[in-house]
């Protein structure tokens, strides 16, 4: 039988969430109910909000969660009801051409679930990245369900669904950060401070942040930044390249979304490095650069989806960093707040006051 509860609800293009009656049905073939116990306010989800991905309204919104499994449909043999979770929107699918030449971490035709969940007037819902957790219960796809440790508390486990996961992927999966590398990171919001913790997790041994808010700064050494650079009053390019022996550093990490950022990131890089952009542009953007040095300076230029992680790999092996106090994921919260909160949330996040608001449930 379908289920009412609690769901944040984007309407219309820019306009403030409703929390309103959602209703959840069974869950069909391949597909589960989760009862999400916890979910961080990403940055994405104010781009659903502000149509910054496409427009298909309404939204539910919410996507980086953590939960325990309710029910699941026939079919279902990853996961099993009781099971503590981690939602993803990376269900590889096994079949399609970048999984079948061994790159899943590409996978073109992720799994989503079939049905919709729908308003009380049966409106159907388009979920948040196909997860739509700011609500008591949502229905996925019971390949994105990930089985963690439940020793991990849900406000920090969930982070792992897609900020803390992109960033630290951007630096160790997609830029390839090994010792003894140079990395800048340019943004030191949740995906930028991740960043830094996976360029220090690999062994970087110099790890520069660059931010326009001294605060982010501070909390980027927090994070594991070595030097740190406020562009506002400093040329960043100059300032990486005054600290990395006049070269530049071995890997630029963007993660803003910002066609003048991503420029200063191509020119801060050393000769062979590596630009990663994992910051999310508006549709509108568009960047320029020499293409003379797009061939002379050699190297890479990287986007990374997600931090091209495999979830069933590495957010079971992330969680268990954090469980031997060598991962902070805690520090990134800085806040815990109700269904209720998150257009304030949203605010808080546009002026920089926090890292990451995590909503909780009972």
Not at 120 to 134: K, Q, Y
Request: hydrophobic fraction near 40%.
């Amino acid at each position: 039988m379908s289920q009412e509860v609690r769901g944040v609800i984007a309407r219309t293009k820019g306009e403030p969430v409703s929390l309103e009656t959602i209703i959840v049905p069974d869950p069909g073939p391949g597909e589960a109910v989760v009862a999400v116990q916890a979910c961080g306010v990403c940055h994405t989800d104010l781009h659903y909000r502000e149509g910054g991905i496409n427009d298909d309204f309404p939204f539910l919104l919410g996507h980086e969660a953590a939960g325990t499994v309710e029910s699941v449909g026939e079919g279902v043999t990853n996961v099993a009801p009781g099971d503590y979770v981690i939602l993803n929107w990376r269900a590889v699918c096994g079949n399609c051409r970048a999984c079948k030449r061994g790159q899943p971490q590409y996978c073109f035709d992720t799994h989503n679930a079939s049905q919709k969940m729908t308003l009380a007037d049966g409106t159907e819902l388009s979920p948040a990245l196909g997860i739509g957790a700011f609500c008591d219960k949502t229905l996925v796809h019971s390949g994105q369900c990930t089985t963690v440790d439940p020793a991990a508390p849900p406000s920090v486990a969930g982070l792992l669904g897609c900020g803390v996961m992109a960033g630290i992927g951007a630096a160790i999966n997609t830029g390839g950060v090994t010792r003894g590398q140079s990395v800048a990171v340019f943004g030191c919001g949740g995906v930028g401070d991740a960043a830094i913790i996976g360029a220090r997790l690999a062994g970087a041994s110099k790890i520069i942040a660059v931010d326009i808010d001294d605060r982010k700064l501070e909390w980027a050494q927090g994070f594991g930044a070595t030097h740190t650079c406020n562009s506002t009053t400093t040329d960043p390019v100059e300032f990486i390249r005054s600290v990395t022996d006049g070269n530049g550093a071995d890997v630029c990490i963007e993660a803003i979304g910002r066609p003048e950022v991503y420029r200063q990131c191509f020119e801060a890089r050393d000769l062979a490095g590596t630009v990663v952009l994992v910051g999310v542009p508006n549709p509108e953007m568009t960047v320029e650069l020499p293409y003379i040095e797009v061939f002379g300076r050699g190297g890479a230029l990287k986007s990374s989806w997600y931090g091209d992680c495999l979830p069933e790999r590495d957010f079971p092996m992330l969680i268990d960093l954090y469980l031997q106090g060598r991962l902070d994921l805690g520090g990134f919260v800085t806040e815990t707040i109700g269904l209720e909160d998150v257009e304030a949330a949203f605010h808080k996040m546009e002026a920089g006051e926090v890292l990451r608001s995590v909503v909780e449930l009972a």
